[in-house]
Antibody
Framework: EVQLVESGGGLVQPGRSMKLSCAASGFTFNNYDMAWVCQAPKKGLEWVATISYDGSSTYYRDSVKGRFTISRDNAKSTLYLQMDSLRSEDTATYYC?????????????WGQGVMVTVSS | DTVLTQSPALAVSPGERVTISCRASESVSTLMHWYQQKPGQQPTLLIYLASNLESGVPARFSGSGSGTDFTLTIDPVEADDTATYYCQQSWNDPLTFGSGTKLEIK
């Protein structure tokens, strides 16, 4: 059974950093691109970043470029999101998602999400 | 960015047929996908590549469309289908989602 379990969220002050983790199991992690998708309170879904199966390529939405870093440790089957210079508008639930195989870039499995609140 | 427009909400009775639309601001070919998000839960994949039913999803769900106009159909609707439904395109960068259609079962 595919499982994605996020951790590392909580309350953080504006301008500070936070690192999210996503532990994957039930599939061959290093065969899949992975992504982070966020959802602000009572709002819709927003793609944040994607990393290729081997970590060689990363992609970000414009609003997080230069502030967020997606990475992975295939030996540990774990995905990360390092979030620096956090802003109040980054407040959201962050979901780890598996990208379906191949080019189409849709998400066939999602974690339960972790809440990040940026506030003083 | 490609904007995906969905109607905000719909209300239907059990046993009825419901169509949820998603209109893209530019062509996305058939790289449109649909998700269901129940209150307090993570999204789950329903339909990929416009019309392909994800494994394990009931055949009551179907998708159609290409280019800029897409539809998710649920027939017949059941009480458990209460959720918000999102479309997502992956033809243009960046990946974008619609704002969601909240489905209420009367």
């Amino acid at each position: 059974e595919v499982q994605l379990v996020e951790s590392g969220g909580g309350l953080v002050q504006p301008g500070r950093s936070m690192k999210l983790s996503c532990a994957a199991s039930g599939f061959t992690f290093n065969n899949y691109d992975m992504a982070w998708v966020c959802q602000a309170p009572k709002k819709g879904l927003e793609w944040v970043a994607t990393i290729s199966y081997d970590g060689s390529s990363t992609y970000y939405r414009d609003s997080v470029k230069g502030r967020f870093t997606i990475s992975r440790d295939n030996a540990k089957s774990t995905l990360y999101l390092q979030m620096d210079s956090l802003r109040s508008e980054d407040t959201a639930t962050y979901y780890c998602a598996r990208s379906a195989p191949g080019i189409p870039y849709y998400f066939d499995y999602w974690g339960q999400g972790v809440m990040v609140t940026v506030s003083s | 960015d490609t904007v995906l427009t969905q109607s905000p909400a719909l209300a239907v009775s059990p046993g009825e047929r419901v169509t949820i639309s998603c209109r893209a601001s530019e062509s996305v070919s058939t790289l449109m996908h649909w998700y269901q998000q129940k209150p307090g839960q993570q999204p789950t994949l329903l339909i990929y590549l416009a019309s392909n039913l994800e494994s394990g999803v009931p055949a009551r769900f179907s998708g159609s469309g290409s280019g800029t106009d897409f539809t998710l159909t649920i027939d017949p609707v059941e009480a458990d289908d209460t959720a918000t439904y999102y479309c997502q395109q992956s033809w243009n960068d960046p990946l974008t989602f619609g704002s969601g259609t909240k489905l209420e079962i009367k």
